[in-house]
Structures are given as C-alpha cells and as structure tokens.
C-alpha cells in the first residue's frame, strides 16, 4: 500500500539512521531547552536523521548524544551546550561535507 503523503514520515525503530537523544531533568524545567535544541537539530539536519528524542533522565542532567556517544555533559563540561558546536559535531560525524551556512566558524 502506497503511503499517504499528508502523513509525516515515522522513522522505522529498526532504521540505521543517526539517532540524537537529549537527556534532561524535568525537575530542573529544562524540557523548553531540550524541545528548543531538538527543533534546531530537526530544521538543519531533518531527514539525515533518524530520530531526535526528549529522555527525561536524573536530577541536574542535560546530555546530548549521538548514537550514545556523549557530544556535551552538562555535569562534565561544566555548563550549557551551544548550539553551534553541537551541529558542528554532529555534522562532522554524520554528514562531513554538509555546510551549515552561518553556524560555520
């Protein structure tokens, strides 16, 4: 059966696609943060993607992973991720010869 095209595309839980999950603690009220960070990863990246996921985790924790390696630790680096090193490296890993316009060096 054809698929409707009025009906988003749903990543297959099986897809080899690039998984980026973002870990973060709800009792902190960081989930505007986390949403905010998935959106810009969703408008650059969209389809190179396989998924973008919210994990509510641990009290003070905001990760950010890829394919479960840790791109930034809020408890190891000390602070916030930017969102322009976090799509440099995610980039870098997934798609090295994509330009990402203003969010080059």
Same mark, same amino acid.
Not at 30 to 39: G, Y
Not at 44 to 54: C, M, Q
Not at 74 to 83: M, Y
């Given at each position: 059966?054809?698929?409707?095209? $009025? /009906?988003?595309?749903?990543?297959?839980?099986?897809?080899?696609?690039?998984?980026?999950?973002?870990?973060?603690?709800?009792?902190? $009220? /960081? !989930?505007? #943060?986390?949403? /905010?960070?998935?959106?810009?990863?969703?408008?650059?990246?969209?389809?190179? =993607?396989?998924?973008?996921?919210?994990?509510?985790?641990?009290?003070?924790?905001?990760?950010?992973?890829?394919?479960?390696?840790?791109?930034?630790?809020?408890?190891?680096?000390?602070?916030?991720?930017? =969102? &322009?090193?976090? &799509? !440099? #490296?995610? #980039?870098? $890993?997934? !798609?090295?010869?994509?330009?990402?316009?203003?969010?080059?060096?």
């Amino acid at each position: 059966m054809p698929t409707d095209p $009025r /009906w988003p595309r749903v990543a297959d839980p099986g897809s080899s696609g690039p998984r980026v999950a973002i870990l973060f603690c709800p009792g902190c $009220r /960081w !989930q505007t #943060r986390a949403s /905010w960070m998935a959106l810009e990863l969703f408008n650059t990246f969209g389809d190179a =993607l396989g998924e973008i996921a919210l994990v509510p985790a641990g009290s003070g924790v905001f990760e950010i992973r890829l394919n479960n390696e840790c791109l930034h630790s809020r408890a190891r680096d000390g602070s916030f991720p930017e =969102l &322009k090193p976090i &799509k !440099q #490296r995610i #980039r870098d $890993r997934i !798609q090295p010869d994509r330009d990402l316009g203003h969010s080059e060096p």
